[in-house]
């Protein structure tokens, strides 16, 4: 499940008027939604465990979720579900910071053994995912090595951290409206989960480019802020989008609760929802049964950021006009701006007047 229509989005520089303008052409589809719909429920865990980048640990989970309360169940193993969740978040956030942002940072690598652990931890983390029932002390006995690796990832690679810091200071005299953060909170409400599948239910393909008072912005730092509830609607900037991460990751290593969790809702009309807080941002998934038939719709926290009127495209035109002589340096930044809001997706910079 790599193909472009999935993961890839392409930015078009265009020149007009002595100005540049930077489009956004995203190829995301609902055709994970129809997939999983056509082949049935049965079927969806291993379609959704397929999606590699995308979360598939917290996909599967939402899924059942949302399956629990279409039917009328109780939601399981709602505790090992929450540290699998947690765990594919936190190896996610360290994953991003150790190897996606490191083409960009001019100074400081982060050192071949964290790399290893990570690749090491990631495989034993897909392998207890994989069981229905899981293995108690495997589990705890995984998480005790997570929590040991970020404890020493801050410890080891100080320089390399203080790199990723240093490449996002670049933005920082491009501030965004704290009107634009979308909390946790205020999706975890009925109402505003029957208000979203009623959209959907009409227009599908809102899950491509929802809206809630606008293009909003999920993820670590709407969910720094709203824990902290102190200075929720200030402006921010690119970095901060970064360094809410580093916040989250020191927060687990700290011991205090982790902000990665699953919910499930009865709504009305026989649909069931599951919420799940990734470290992307807010996952939705929506089911129901109807006739002997699954009606299906995901609503990913990629696709807040990534739409024409987001935050994001608006900051990206803001830097690229500040540079405009500097091609190198508008790819590289657009590149940075779209890895800060969410490194999951790939971005294709075409600049059909330039060589890119």
């Avoid at 996909?59 to 947690?86: D, H, M, P, W, Y």
Wanted: neutral net charge; proline residues 4%; contains cysteine.
């Amino acid at each position: 499940m790599h193909s472009p229509d999935l993961t890839s989005v392409s930015l078009l520089v265009k020149e007009k008027n002595h100005a540049l303008q930077v489009d956004l052409h995203n190829h995301r589809t609902t055709v994970i939604s129809k997939t999983v719909q056509s082949l049935g429920a049965d079927k969806a865990p291993d379609i959704l465990r397929s999606l590699l980048g995308l979360c598939p640990i917290a996909q599967v989970c939402a899924f059942e979720a949302a399956r629990e309360a279409a039917t009328g169940q109780t939601i399981k193993n709602l505790s090992n579900r929450n540290k699998l969740i947690t765990a594919e978040a936190v190896l996610e956030t360290i994953r991003v910071l150790s190897m996606d942002l490191q083409p960009f940072t001019i100074h400081g690598k982060v050192s071949p053994e964290s790399l290893r652990t990570i690749g090491e931890l990631r495989g034993r983390l897909w392998e207890l995912s994989k069981s229905p029932t899981q293995d108690n002390v495997a589990l705890e006995n995984f998480l005790a090595d997570l929590k040991a690796l970020v404890i020493l990832w801050f410890a080891r690679e100080k320089i390399a951290i203080n790199a990723i810091k240093h490449t996002f200071e670049r933005f920082d005299d491009m501030p965004m409206s704290g009107q634009a953060l979308l909390f946790p909170e205020e999706i975890h409400k009925k109402e505003i989960l029957k208000l979203f599948v009623n959209i959907l239910q009409d227009y599908p393909d809102w899950a491509v480019s929802p809206q809630w008072a606008g293009a909003r912005i999920p993820g670590a730092l709407a969910r720094i802020r709203s824990v902290q509830n102190q200075g929720r609607r200030n402006d921010f900037r690119v970095r901060d989008l970064v360094l809410a991460r580093l916040e989250e990751l020191k927060n687990y290593a700290s011991g205090l609760l982790p902000a990665f969790t699953i919910e499930s809702y009865s709504l009305e009309q026989g649909w069931g929802a599951g919420v799940v807080e990734t470290a992307r941002g807010t996952l939705m998934h929506f089911l129901r049964f109807e006739s002997g038939q699954m009606q299906y719709h995901i609503v990913a926290p990629t696709e807040w950021a990534f739409q024409e009127e987001s935050p994001m495209v608006e900051v990206m035109n803001r830097y690229a006009n500040k540079r405009i002589g500097a091609v190198k340096s508008i790819v590289t930044g657009i590149n940075l701006i779209a890895c800060a809001f969410d490194p999951c997706t790939r971005v294709t910079v075409q600049w059909p007047q330039k060589e890119v």
